[in-house]
C-alpha cells in the first residue's frame, strides 16, 4: 500500500494526477485502506482538497467500481491506475469494463521481494484472476 501511494504522490507532483483517489476497505477489520492512504498522502504533501477517499471497497473489482463512481459524479473522464506489479493484468482487465479511460502502471516496490513473496504473489494473483474471470466478473459486477 505504501508504495502505490508514493506512487500516487509522485505522478500529483508532475502534474500527471492533479487529484487522487484512495480506495479501500477495512484491513483485517481494523483500519479503513483508503483513509489510511489519504492521510499518507497528506503527510507527503497533497492538499486534502486533492484527495477523494472511498473506503468501502474490499476487492479490487470494487476499489475499480466505486473509483468510477467518484469519477463520474465529478465528470472526470480519465485515470492514472497504480497497482502493484502482480496486481496489474486483473487491474487492467478490471478497469477494461469501466466506462473510462485510463491506464495502468506498477509502483515500484520499496524493497526487493524475495523469491518465495515472487512466487507466492504471482500465484495468488493468477488464482484471483482466473476467479475473475470465470465467476466474479458475471456475480460481483458494480455499475459505476
Request: net charge positive; hydrophobic share 40%.
Amino acid at each position: 500500500m505504501q508504495s502505490r501511494v508514493d506512487e500516487g504522490v509522485r505522478e500529483y507532483e508532475r502534474g500527471v494526477a492533479p487529484r487522487m483517489i484512495v480506495t479501500g476497505g477495512l484491513d483485517g477489520g481494523r483500519f479503513r485502506q483508503g483513509v489510511v492512504m489519504a492521510r499518507v498522502a497528506q503527510a507527503m504533501g497533497v492538499p486534502a482538497s486533492a484527495i477523494f477517499i472511498e473506503q468501502d471497497a474490499n476487492d479490487t473489482i470494487h476499489n475499480a467500481c466505486y473509483a468510477a463512481r467518484i469519477m463520474k459524479a465529478h465528470g472526470w473522464r480519465s485515470a492514472e491506475v497504480i497497482a502493484s506489479p502482480a496486481q496489474l493484468a486483473r487491474a487492467g482487465i478490471i478497469f477494461s469494463h469501466l466506462p473510462i479511460e485510463w491506464r495502468v502502471h506498477a509502483a515500484p516496490a520499496i524493497e526487493p521481494e524475495s523469491r518465495f513473496g515472487a512466487v507466492y504473489y504471482t500465484g495468488l494473483e493468477i488464482l484471483k484472476t482466473t476467479r475473475y474471470l470465470l465467476y466474479a466478473r458475471r456475480t460481483e459486477s458494480c455499475s459505476p
